[in-house]
């Protein structure tokens, strides 16, 4: 009976969905001297010994036993050293895992690996360069429940020390080669870190546009769906190659598994083919992509706890600087929702409707929006001298003043009252405007009906007691450079100011240039 319980262990183990997972844990480096290591990483050098590394290991233990994967992919692992002191750390912890597989990429300094509970049926790198700068992709097959599985492990090279799209193209181009020549019902997933926007067909940085636009995330690897429809209709029509991207089932606000200097992206990746949604073999369990946020991977400011190095020493502090990714699959089939995915599908809207939401569910084109102030990297924009306008907080970069767009809205917020774009992109540059009749005046500013992120122009009046006083009217009078107050009682001739909102109506100025002082 004994020998029956332990035969049916596995199978009552692995009859339910299982955990994919994703873990760039940040420089895993062993204490041995090899020559390839990251000059921070070199024995006996920046604090770095044998105690550190000890240090870095438990910590990456304790993020994979949180995380409790059933299969994860790792990046930036030195080494089959540290790979393997890692699986006997995880062991000691109670987080065994009995199979594993890394890369051997000759002269790299980091290599990509993985962590299985099922049994690995076979292993192979593809080789995209023969460069050692250049990671290879680990390619592996894990039985589990009489299916085969293929999992495609990657680190692309990052947009940092000349990263252009093409060097990424390279590696999606492999893999989908490789792809093409599996057997046509064959299950796979990819997944890593592909140091790539999701949407990186529109977020592309020109500085790194080698290709005419060609990304190899998107365009190579066919990541893009029609916006107008299902996405349970899109997969299992989907030909050979085309592939879902798990992120489009979050909210745009909680898409970001990485943040550098509070820009967040989404380097990190698990891609789906369509026989993920079939009904047969290895299916996907709807809408369980997540990101793995626990409270320690995070400081109190609210940035990514990452590994700390300051001041030319390793600090034996913190994790890493990308979170985990995770989702579920099943043997059961795929169960198709009735509702249209939100972001499939993107509204045509005008800034009136930003206001009559408090967060975005699908994507808003606003076509022929005009640059009516720009200052730094924030904006304003309107479509018409009468309508709206709305503050476009951090996101105007490349922007020009006077110029028109038709733009992708992605995602809004009203901070103190004021109503802020917070996530933009450029789809088009139109004509430039002539924006004297956008801007507000000293007649305007004496009606009842203002309303905020407009922008004034050419008015005078006084500035008393935190006021400016346009006959007879006030307003709270914010200048953003505390040194540019004017003297109490001074006659101000505002050349721009920003109608903007803070708990209330106020003037925002934002800089000296932007005033002249007629008397004092």
Not at 263 to 286: A, C, E, Q, R, W
Not at 420 to 447: A, F
Request: hydrophobic share 35%; proline share 3%.
């Amino acid at each position: 009976m004994k020998y029956f319980l332990l035969f049916l262990l596995p199978l009552c183990l692995f009859s339910k969905p299982f955990k994919v997972a994703t873990y760039n844990v940040e420089n895993l480096f062993d204490a041995s001297f090899q020559g390839t290591e990251y000059k921070e990483y070199v024995p006996a050098k920046h604090n770095w010994n044998k105690r550190m590394m000890n240090i870095k290991l438990n910590h990456t233990a304790e993020v994979i036993c949180d995380l409790d994967a059933d299969i994860l992919a790792l990046q930036e692992i030195e080494n089959s050293t540290i790979f393997d002191a890692l699986k006997r750390r995880l062991k000691r912890v109670g987080c065994e895992y009995r199979y594993g597989a890394v890369t051997h990429k000759k002269g790299a300094p980091i290599q990509v690996a993985l962590l299985s509970r099922f049994p690995i049926i076979n292993q192979k790198e593809l080789q995209v360069s023969y460069s050692p700068l250049v990671r290879n992709i680990l390619e592996v097959e894990v039985a589990i429940e009489g299916n085969s599985l293929t999992l495609f492990v990657n680190h692309w090279k990052s947009k940092s020390r000349k990263g252009v799209e093409s060097k990424r193209v390279k590696y999606a181009k492999t893999l989908q080669k490789r792809v093409h020549s599996l057997p046509l019902n064959r299950e796979y997933i990819i997944l890593g870190d592909l140091n790539s926007n999701y949407n990186s067909h529109l977020t592309l940085a020109e500085r790194l546009n080698d290709t005419n636009g060609v990304t190899g995330i998107t365009d190579i690897l066919q990541t893009t769906m029609d916006k107008q429809l299902l996405k349970e209709y899109q997969m299992l029509n989907a030909i050979k190659g085309i592939h879902y991207n798990t992120w489009q089932e979050l909210p745009f606000k909680y898409r970001w598994s990485h943040k550098f200097y509070g820009n967040k992206s989404t380097l990190d990746h698990i891609l789906l083919p369509s026989n993920m949604f079939d009904g047969y073999g290895i299916d996907y369990v709807n809408d369980s992509f997540k990101v793995f946020k626990k409270s320690y991977l995070f400081t109190k400011k609210g940035y990514i706890n990452s590994w700390r190095y300051k001041n030319g020493k390793h600090m034996a502090k913190g994790y890493s600087d990308h979170l985990p990714l995770y989702a579920f699959f099943d043997t059961k089939p795929y169960v198709a929702q009735e509702y249209i995915m939100a972001d499939n599908i993107i509204l045509n809207k005008n800034i009136e409707y930003l206001y009559t939401v408090e967060m975005l569910k699908n994507v808003i084109e606003v076509d022929g929006a005009v640059v009516v102030l720009k200052r730094g990297s924030h904006a304003i924009i309107k479509q018409s001298p009468s309508g709206r306008g709305i503050y476009l907080y951090g996101c105007a970069k490349g922007l020009k003043e006077g110029q028109k767009y038709d733009f992708l809205v992605q995602n809004i917020t009203t901070y103190n009252g004021l109503k802020e774009i917070t996530n933009i992109i450029k789809t088009k540059e139109k004509e430039k405007v002539n924006l004297n009749s956008y801007y507000i005046s000293n007649r305007e500013l004496r009606e009842d009906n203002l309303k905020q992120n407009e922008v004034m122009h050419n008015v005078i009046g006084v500035y008393r007691d935190k006021k400016f006083i346009v006959e007879g009217n006030d307003f709270p009078i914010h200048f953003k450079n505390k040194k540019d107050t004017p003297t109490n009682g001074s006659k101000l001739k505002i050349d721009y100011a920003h109608l903007g909102y803070y708990k209330k109506l106020q003037l925002v100025v934002y800089s000296k240039k932007d005033f002249n002082i007629l008397e004092k």
